[in-house]
């Protein structure tokens, strides 16, 4: 398989579907799905495959085989569409160095699993004789691992052309394992892994119809809930039938709901959705801002999604109260930039060092009001040096209320702007404003800036400023007719504009979906949103109204 | 009082009174109060053309051709020596050296045997200039300050090693060695911390003055500097405990008088020991704290923050820490003792440079039940 894919240089998605579909799927292919689609005038489909992320690739095999095994590496880039990686990930496919890279991984991956440290535990029986093919302890393992991985039983076809890889490689290399690890690798670069298909059977409800398999539709849970793959109790659903109840589909969603893991599934969620990806390339003029360690990078992502898992999931806090809280988690690091005490010694419950603690910024305070107040947003939208309310205005129009602003045109003239020792205009805002009064630039500036200029209070590095360049800061601002007076203001009104959480139904539901919300599910997102105020904005609540609706598993809106 | 006679009493009755004031007093007595970290704290040089008359003092390696022509070694075996003396060389050459001491015609430890050598006389500071402060009170010796321009300047730890090279910096450029000191001491031992208390610190009025050990060292910033704002928990114990008077005159903090202990590492600085201990900080925009810290110390203490770096220390800061114990006792000045008349105290005078922090009570570390 590995042969074939590189060999051929499969470099788009209908290629790879090409590949994929030779490798005796037993359902009908999405290819033909597609076809009956369109047939019947629908646009719209559901994603004929979804690559699976670096996130999902850990987590999965932290799952199956347990944390401690490494998974070091380079994956293949993401592509972001419709704001979010999760759409995106239909768009993608695996490059020839990409496969190579993917088999380093799993030839790594695979070497732990087998290592004389983890055998016993990992897999389930023991060989006659560990220098020597021994089919029955092969099939064994590689039945219940294959099952785990490709989120599905393997078809017999695909089991006994793994059982019998592994005898010719035991056979071969005269070792019981490495026969073993070479079947593990292979699977483990196998498209049935990497990517996630939507398989069909006919829907006994809609006779002529189709809906997604009970494995389609697990994968489809636990990918949205939990950034993993199905645990075993899941395929067990899937296989007995029960996700196409009611009844059983509701069970499983509160299991999963109700499941620690549920914590990754919301960090991926909103990782994807705050765009946190671009922390990675994310940069400071140190001789500016010398306290912006790579330290502070790590501990600004965490703050945000410590400061989200605790007020949606462990608080079950109104989603737009994200906007206003004062409650977060700081480390000693963070402190310097917030310029607020915390030491570095509390114990975490398990008796462990944890450098984080729990923080509540003073009711009068400007610092710490919400997420978009947070060191992550500030510093992710500035400029290595120095702030911008352009960039901010722009993140909070596209990433918190789901609006498109456009890119500038090639031919601006940034020189003002980024004159920050500029005598005569010494705040971001009078060099913004001389800046857009040129008509090329002012119809976007006044999109993103006002909204902008109240976090002006906080300098590239997320750091409270009071003054620019020696200029009081007018932090004073407008978001769609609302106007406000610094950053707590803007805080209120993103919480109270209606935006904020239809966007956020929109982007969940589409992340789920793996891709755009079609026009015929607007119904649908609607319905969710007033659910989801009816239920007092808890994102668990969003949650299982959408992994529970018939249309979240509707292979065509 | 002096600084060299602490009673096991009085360490008790200080434990107490470090607890009530770090725990206690520090909310409830001042108005104000604000805290440093010590980021750069060494010898304050002010080096010269022409402070040194009689030259710079020669490199160890030198040193150490002296040392071997005095063993008698032929020129031929002291090239074969020096040909391989990279690093220190190897165990039989910093045997050679470190052993250069004799004891009725035996080779000893010259660190741990200094006076088992002849005093090599380092060359001295004898220009106009240096920083420290005039602690006894006599105008008419000692230097002149080159900021203050105070008139009899006590500082003859500068005296002693300012014509080391590697004791030689104009501001703000810093001595190597006290690069290679500070930094090693920085990085890894419990840092000083600095608190001033008083009704307002943002105008003139009297204050009172804390110098602390915390209970964790200093981190840095991405320049490499110590990071402003970091969080510090004070250490209880009384032996780094020190409450001075102090009054703050267009944003300089003075300080004329007391003891001073802090505790340094075993290593680097043994510990900072001053009697009629004297500052002089300015109180910077931005809210730095930069100036001079100065005093008597004992001067063994200072020896022994070099000797115990040994052999390879002493190779790569280049001096000669024999001949360190020789200035530094020749030309201490204050406190002699009782017996033989030699003084037990040398003055001094350290730059101080340090941002703002955070500082906390210490707080006993909780076990998972209790949490």
Redesign the interface.
Known sequence: MLTRFTGNRLVGGVALAAGVALAAMSSISVAYAAEQAAASGVKDVAPAMRRISSDQYTNIVAAVFGPTIKVGGRFEPDIREGGLFAVGASKVSVSATGIEQYHALARSVAAQVVDDRRRDTLIPCRPASTKAADDMCARQFLAKTGRLLYRRPLTNAELEARVAAAGASATKLGNFYAGLQASLTAMLVSPQFLFRHVALEADPAHPGGMRMDGYTKAAQLSFFLWDSAPDIELLNAAENGDLHTRKGLEKQVDRLLASRKLETGVRALFEDMLRFDEFSTLAKDTAIYPKFTIQAVADAREQTLRTIVDHLLVRRGDYRDLYTTRHTFLTPTLGTIYAVPVADDPLSANGTADAWTPYEFAANDPRGVGIISQVGFLALHSHPGRSSPTLRGKALREVVLCQRVPDPPGDVNFTLVQNTSDKVHRTARERLGAHATEPMCSGCHKLTDPMGYALESFDSDGAFRSTENGAKIDTTGVLDGIAFADAPGLGRAVHDNPQTVSCLVDRVYAYGAGRPIAKAEREQTQALAKDFAKDGYRLPDLLRHVATSDAFYRVAP | MSIFRVSGSARLAGWAAALFAVGFSAECAAAESRSWVVGWFTLATYSQEGDCSAGINPSIYEVYRTVLQNMGKTPKEIETIFSDIGNGGPPATQELFINRGRIDGKPVNIYDNPMSAPDPKFREVDGKYAFGFNLDGKADTGYEGPESHERGVDNQYYRALGCNQNHRAFPPDRPTHAIYIWNGARDSSPAWIITVKGENLDQDGEVTVLFDRA??HA?L???G?V???????IDPSPRSHNELKGRIKDSILYIDDGDLHLLGDPFNYVKLQLANTHARFKLLPGGKLEGILGGYMPWMNLYFSYSSHGYVAEVNESINYHGVYHALRRLADAYPDPKTGQNTAISVAYRVEAVRA???PA?P????DA?
């Open positions: 209970l964790k981190t910033d991405a320049t500097n990071v402003a704002d970091a969080t510090f928990r955070f500082t906390l707080e570390i909780k076990s998972a949490r």
